[in-house]
């Protein structure tokens, strides 16, 4: 799959990838070069570890060696929005919608040359969410602007296990899992103006931590990508100082 992945050099070294229509790489001695040469390798070991997985369940539970969320190092604040033109919603409980907020301050997230393969939309929660992938996005960069006490946890398949999915309308290749055939990888309650990175391929849920949970006023802006997986996003993240 991988040829000659050895003597990585920020000095200029050929390598030869063979898989996923990636033909050659030239590392140079810019950070953009170091960035996109660890993207191409992580992209190599994001798919293989999709091949190991049988049927159409999205990924497997021997992905432990990667996290599926992660905290910037830098908050956000963002003192006004506006959402605009409502793009899609799920089960009327969340809401997508296109925003007028400072986009080069979010944009400046990611490296320039990867922005066009990135959108920001304000992302509306008012109910809890149970288990489940987004469609389409493989990985979201949120920014909390109203977080309403919710926490948010992510699963593993357990590997070789027969799970039952279902959509709801709109929902493409995302699916909802129920949480009693899942295992719990990990949560996190998110603050005002915290940025967290989020790999959306894997099973997801939001819940109330208030008496009534059934009153959720959950606000985020989001910076989502169909292109560039969990891991790729990261390289571009520690290339911008947020990790």
């Not at 040469?37 to 798919?47: C, L, N, P």
């Not at 905290?71 to 007028?100: D, Q, R, W």
């Amino acid at each position: 799959m991988v040829e000659h992945l050895e003597k990585i050099s920020c000095q200029g070294y050929k390598q030869q990838i063979t898989s996923f229509h990636v033909k050659e790489v030239v590392v140079g001695s810019s950070p953009a070069s170091v960035t996109k040469f660890r993207m191409i390798i992580s992209a190599v070991e994001y798919f293989r570890d999709k091949e190991e997985v049988s049927g159409s369940i999205p990924l497997s539970s021997t992905r432990h060696k990667y996290n599926m969320f992660i905290k910037l190092n830098k908050n956000i604040h963002i003192p006004e929005y506006s959402a605009k033109t409502s793009i899609i919603g799920y089960a009327n409980k969340i809401k997508y919608s296109t925003v007028s907020v400072p986009f080069n301050d979010i944009f400046s997230l990611v490296p320039k040359i990867y922005r066009d393969k990135f959108l920001i939309y304000v992302m509306e929660i008012t109910g809890s969410i149970g288990p489940h992938t987004d469609s389409e996005i493989l990985s979201t960069i949120n920014i909390y602007v109203n977080p309403d006490n919710c926490t948010t946890k992510f699963f593993d398949i357990p590997k070789d296990s027969i799970i039952d999915t279902v959509q709801v309308k709109n929902q493409t290749n995302g699916k909802v899992f129920k949480a009693s055939q899942l295992s719990l990888y990990g949560s996190f309650i998110a603050k005002t103006d915290e940025a967290w990175l989020l790999d959306v391929t894997n099973p997801h849920s939001v819940t109330s931590n208030k008496i009534d949970s059934s009153l959720i006023n959950r606000t985020a802006i989001v910076l989502q990508t169909k292109f560039y997986s969990f891991e790729q996003v990261q390289e571009m993240l520690k290339e911008t100082g947020y990790l």
